[in-house]
């Protein structure tokens, strides 16, 4: 069931009105806004409310345009700023934009590569502290060797000079 095509009148309501002319109003703006890019055109457009508040659009800006239509130069308002030098500085501000944009791109792929210089390094570390380990597990059991061998020589030559009670020593034995 499509929409139905209604006859081009006045509203008579008020409420209908004010609600029919804010969407109207949006959808002309949108549809100039969309005419603008697409086209490369200036336009401009004002209308006034039912209830007699001016709604405006304009690129680059509704007083650019007027004065363009008038053949004046156009004057700046201070609430909208200088919009005619906002035009002539989009060049400027969208080689700006590429450039910041390169510069994060590489900023990505620098971090890309450090990323990778970190990886190497924990595999790294990891194996030599693996090795490490291994290295200190093995001092360890040696120094443990060590140490019981020296309580053995310890106890080898305190019984060469005191023999135990009931244990003759080798040299009484032989006399």
Known sequence: MGRRRIEIESVKDPNIRQVTFSKRRKGLFKKANELSILCGV????????????????GHPGV??????????DPEPSDSEGDLSSDASNMDE???????VLAQIREGEKQTETYDEILK????TTLSDLEELRDSYKEFHDGIKLRLSDLEISECMMLLAKEPVIGVKAKSATRD
């Open 42 to 57: 200036e336009v401009a457009i004002v209308v006034f409310s039912p209830g007699n508040k001016p709604y405006s659009f």
């Open 63 to 72: 007083d650019v345009v007027a004065a363009k239509y008038l053949q004046e």
């Open 93 to 99: 501000l969208n080689l700006e934009l590429d450039e």
């Open 120 to 123: 190497q390094n924990d595999m």
